[in-house]
């Protein structure tokens, strides 16, 4: 079965265009970042892409629009929100499900909420290497459509090797769980996508597409062509 490649973005302005250029690079699923203040589980370069996407007015109704267009220029490319649960616990948490989808949202990724908590709101889980049986068990249960595993007890941000705490959490993930497996967190070359293609069923790549994205739409395609390619090789 093909790998699947998750390239993730920070809303703002020019996402719609970035994402296109992602997708034409051989992105299958765009992660939509709207930003938060103080995101907990984010490394360096998405804190300042955070920051730079609120300087610029990205609140949420603003995020939600740029999802709208997003959605647009993507047809038929899954789109999968990700934050954090005081932007819903804000905006209201039934009107954010509701609005997200309305603007085209397939699935939505809540950093900080635990598998187990909120179970009525349908969302893709996240699960680490200190995650227990059991709540690796539960995410799996509750997931949609697939489980991200997050390759290090720590922050996102490119790293130098691939965390070696991923082949036990996919070992122990695939004994506790049918679902597809992505792993994020510290990918950032075609060599880290090739290696971790081997073990999982997708990657997912942020810091690194973010920064190539700094360059423009023709710099992000190329990087991610180059990531499919590892990926293809997997």
């Known amino acids: 079965m093909t790998k699947t490649l998750v390239i993730y973005l920070m809303a703002e302005p ?3 265009e970035l994402a296109r250029a992602a997708v034409d690079g051989g992105a299958d699923v765009v992660e939509l970042g709207f930003p938060f203040s103080d995101p907990l589980a984010d490394g360096p370069v998405i804190r300042r892409a955070a920051e730079r996407a609120l300087s610029r007015g990205m609140r949420t109704r603003a ?6 267009r997003t959605r647009e ?16 616990e804000a905006y209201g948490w039934d009107r954010f499900a509701v609005d997200a989808h309305m603007n085209g949202a397939t699935s939505l990724i809540i950093a900080d909420l635990p598998a187990g908590e909120g179970p009525e709101l349908r969302r893709v889980q996240l699960v680490a290497p200190t995650s227990t049986d059991e709540r690796i068990r539960l995410a ?14 720590g922050i996102t941000g490119a790293r130098g090797d691939v965390s070696p705490a ?3 959490l996919v070992e122990r993930a695939r004994r506790l769980t049918d679902t597809r497996l992505y792993a994020g967190f510290g990918i950032s070359t075609p060599d880290h996508a090739r290696a971790v293609g081997a073990m999982a069923d997708g990657i997912v790549v942020g810091s690194a597409a973010l920064q190539a994205a700094e360059n423009g739409p023709d710099a992000l395609r190329e990087f991610v ?6 990926l293809d090789a997997a």
């Open 225 to 230: 062509g180059s990531l499919r390619s590892a």
């Open 166 to 168: 991923l082949p036990g």
């Open 63 to 68: 995020c939600l629009e740029v999802l709208g």
């Open 140 to 153: 799996g249960e509750q997931t949609d459509g697939w489980l991200y595993l997050v390759t290090v007890a």
């Open 73 to 88: 220029a993507v047809p038929e490319t899954p789109l999968v929100p990700m934050t954090y649960s005081s932007i819903l």
């Open 14 to 16: 020019e996402t719609p």
